[in-house]
């Protein structure tokens, strides 16, 4: 099956995040995603920078296209630890709010996987 | 990536107004906790957020406004929110948020 694959490496500021956002939306157009579908990638990539944020001098991101999927993965992004400072709740809103937005998420040591599929296979 | 924030108080119903207009996000949100931290040690109220030009906000905006909301609670006021459009509101619902701010029709 044919999968086209797109890495984004942006340093670790707040600043670039943006750039992701509006990579994916690009991506998620292209795909045939309505504007719906599109708003809930571009939140859910750019909370995942967010978590990834300050854990490394750099954020790598990964688009692989399918005919009936997005899958969208980003490095050293973790669930938020049992604590209760302000930090740690608004990385908890951030991974809900991945989790609500996408159809399937998978935590592993490396990072998120965040999947949307595309109903109707369009392309 | 950017935000332009528009305040006023207003004396009559002893509130302040306030008008984002673009982007609350990981980058502009420092900036929106400052001005309405700010506004409150000029002045205590109630905050109305008016959404009508606001056209995003992530996680570390809404960090921002729960910040503010605790601020305001200590002296038993306010956060109302208006003209919030359907895609931030949605992340209201989602975080349940949308049961501690209250929305204005």
Redesign the interface.
Known sequence: MKKDTINITIPSK??Y??VVRLTSSAIASNMGLNI?EI?DIK?SI??AC?NA?DKSNQINVQFEIEKDKLIMKVDNVYQAKDDDT?QN???E??I??IK??MDKVNFSEKGVEMIKYIEDGNK | MSLDINIKFNEDDSIWVVYPKGEIDIYTSPELKEVLTEALNEKNGDILIDGYNLDYIDSTGLGALISILKRVREKENKVYLTNIKPNIRKLFDITELDKVFIFKE
Request: glycine fraction near 4%; charge should be negative.
């Open positions: 707040p600043d995040i943006s719906e708003e939140v750019a909370e967010i944020i302000n709740k608004e990385l809103l951030g809900l709010i609500s937005l």
